[in-house]
């Protein structure tokens, strides 16, 4: 084996053991490795390989000195096709100076097999002058299975992931059908008892109006008959007004006969004076916008309802601004307040069932309800909430 062509001593290195020693060391050194070492000259020509080397390519040694090596163990990629030499790495980067490092082709073995490989090719310069390379190799094919074998067993995480990701998309959809189903059977029962408390309540509650009106004309004088009477009148319009705010947040009636937009003021008009908070209030209709009717309505004036409620019991506020925009594209409502604020956490709490009720309904019809900060400045320095919801207004985006 020749090794004085790619590792001289120095010129100026004192000579410690005879040549043939240091031949006979520096063998048994490349024989104890166990990856692959060879080196070429500049035509690419075999001029020593270590005994892991040949074994791994099926050659005796003496069987490559001298040959080609690409010729021999790297004339083809790896599903057979031809790999010229000017493609090689080895040979393009030791002639321009350069090393290299590859890990995704392969070697060919003496009986015609492949086995990926992972080799470096370094310059053996002698005199300032490059005079070849030296390869170093190893056969990768564990390693590649194991690769494989990841990559598979990823792709089935990736399949079973996607597959439990349907069914919880399905699921969903199906909670959120159930969900709205279960809203619009709860207004129309409260439609149902509404119209029932005014049409059989209501009509008793006259009945009897009257009748204690007759009694009184009757009994007037009667003193302390006359004052049971009115003391009986007063109840009954107590009773009267107290049917009709039942009555009203059952179902109110305004939302049916005069619309959304007409409820909306309506429901500003009663928080405000129920507060007693100073609202800014701000209708923007446009002219050729389409007004939602029926569940979609009934599902924003809700999730509105929902909005003013959260700030009348929670914030804190000092003051609100309220925006209602309707264009032809979407319906957009915010209530901002300058209160407490409403950290992350609560929002997303599981038992946070008014906004997650919220955005339940909000995500049947294709909309989207938003939580952040005011921009009203603050009172006291607390950060306040702005409340947003987007709808669509048109019919088509309802999911089902």
Known sequence: MHTDTFLPLPASAPLAAPAGLLRDKLALLLDSTGEGIYGIDLEGRCTFINRAGA?????????????????????????GGHYPESDCPILKAFRKGESCRVDQEVFWRADGSSFPTEYSSYQIIDAGQ??????????????????????????????????????????????????????????????RIAREIHDELGSLLVALKLDVNWMARRVSHLDPVARKCEAMNRLIETAVDNVGRIITDLRPSILDHQGLIAALEWQVQEFSEATELPCEVEFDIAP???????????????????????????????????????????????????????????????????VMGMRERALHFGGALSIAGARLAPANGTPGTLVCLRLPTHAERTLS
């Not at 040959?67 to 021999?72: A, K």
């Not at 094919?141 to 079973?160: G, I, P, V, Y």
Request: glycine share 4%; proline share 3%; with cysteine.
């Open 55 to 79: 074994d791994m390519l099926g050659y005796a040694p003496a069987a490559v000195l001298g040959r080609n090596m690409h010729e021999l163990v790297h004339h083809s990629h790896e599903h």
């Open 130 to 191: 490059v005079r070849g390379a030296v390869i170093t190799f190893s056969d990768i094919s564990k390693r590649r299975q194991a690769e494989e074998q990841l990559q598979r067993a990823k792709a089935e995480l990736e399949l079973r992931v996607a597959e439990r990701t349907r069914e919880l998309s399905v699921a969903l959809r199906q909670v959120r059908q159930l969900s709205a189903h279960a809203h619009s059977v709860r207004e129309d029962e409260r439609t």
């Open 288 to 354: 050729d916008a389409f007004v939602p009717d029926g569940a979609k309505a009934t599902a924003a004036f809700r999730i509105f309802q929902e909005m003013l409620s959260n700030v009348a019991r929670h914030a804190q506020a000092s003051q609100v601004r309220i925006c209602v925009h309707l264009s032809p594209a979407e319906l957009r409502m915010e209530v901002e307040d300058d209160g407490v604020g409403t950290p992350r956490a609560a929002q997303e709490a599981a038992t946070s069932y008014g």
